[in-house]
């Protein structure tokens, strides 16, 4: 396993969304079962340059939620220190054509998610700097469904802090399709548990204000089986970066988030690696893959419009299910 980006800021580590190492499997199907809702197609849009003449409101019909990815919650909150055109919003000139495109989406029914990076301040209930977690998510809360009227959050969990001692034994790979521990993550103790709380006061299934709580991560980060088990019912889904894996794989993934972590198939969402390019074809076979526990909360692909052939693949592959 290997992190994609990473960008040194003030405090913060950004690393994109971890691309995991290849497990042993071959490809498989099952039976289709009846659909009792449709699978969400997540795409997540870069926000770096690349592709600059993809904009958000260049996504195609039946994508169901963009998450936005690269740009940070606080560069919205201080936009002259981070202005439009550069880094990490190199993909827009300005603040108003961005937020623009947003709302363009939404217009047409789509949700547009804030991605929100864990930190190793999540373990000292100091998120970000923020004095505590509860002040830190009513900012959140105020910046991005307040102001700027964003559908939820996406929790990218994956980045580096302190590990758990001592570091609890790993299911076999035939239990759960990984081989070890991602050595990378942190531990989920209690202040750090308390950060995700916070949150779910202003999204997600068990706030009231109909708006989304995700994670993105994979099942192999020390924090997984901590928060499937505390916030199971506050997270609407779990997306799973099962990037360049086979379906023989995310079954047993599967098999382990619905048995031992009790997370109903229906909000596991399956992860395409579309930017790294290599594998389309089992990737379309994952987006039509309905698993033996019934049918999968949908795919995400990382990152849409960094390959957007090959995203747009993905896509028409699950909406050929529907």
């Known amino acids: 396993m290997v ?183 942190m531990d989920a103790n209690p202040n750090f548990l308390s950060c995700i709380g916070a949150l779910t006061k202003y999204f997600g299934p068990k706030a009231a204000n109909n708006t989304q709580l995700h994670t993105a991560t994979g099942l192999d980060v020390y924090s997984w089986n901590k928060i499937a088990e505390k916030y199971v019912d506050a997270i609407d889904y779990f997306q799973v970066q099962s990037y360049d894996r086979k379906i023989t794989d995310c079954q047993l993934m599967m098999n382990y988030a619905t048995g031992t972590n009790k997370i109903p198939a229906s909000k596991m969402v399956f992860g395409s690696y579309a930017e790294g390019g290599k594998s389309q074809t089992e990737d379309v076979k994952l987006a039509k893959w309905v698993p033996t526990q019934g049918q999968k909360g949908g795919i995400m692909v990382y990152t849409f419009n960094a390959n957007v052939t090959y995203a747009k693949a993905v896509l028409a592959g699950l909406r050929s299910s529907d």
């Not at 969304?17 to 449709?38: N, P, Y």
């Not at 600059?52 to 936005?68: Q, S």
């Not at 000139?93 to 989406?105: H, I, N, R, T």
């Open 3 to 185: 992190a994609l980006i990473c960008l040194l800021l003030p405090a913060l580590i950004y690393s994109s969304c971890k691309k995991q190492e290849s497990g042993a499997g071959t490809d498989t199907g099952t039976a289709k079962t009846e659909a009792a809702v449709k699978q969400k197609f997540i795409a997540y849009y870069i926000t770096d340059g690349r592709n600059p003449t993809f904009k958000l409101r260049d996504m195609p019909d039946g994508v169901d939620m963009v998450v936005l990815f690269g740009v940070k919650y606080w560069q919205y909150l201080d936009t002259l220190k981070y202005p439009a055109g550069t880094g990490m919003m190199a993909s827009y000139k300005s603040y108003g054509e961005y937020f623009s495109d947003v709302k363009a989406l939404q217009q047409r029914g789509i949700k547009v998610l804030q991605n929100v990076d864990d930190a190793a301040s999540w373990q000292d209930a100091k998120p970000d700097g923020y004095a505590t977690p509860e002040i830190w998510a009513t900012t959140l809360k105020q910046t991005l469904i307040d102001k700027y009227h964003l559908d939820g959050i996406s929790l990218d969990i994956e980045h580096s802090g302190k590990r758990p001692n001592p570091i609890p034994p790993f299911p076999k790979f035939s239990e759960i399709g990984y081989n070890g521990w991602y050595s990378g993550s």
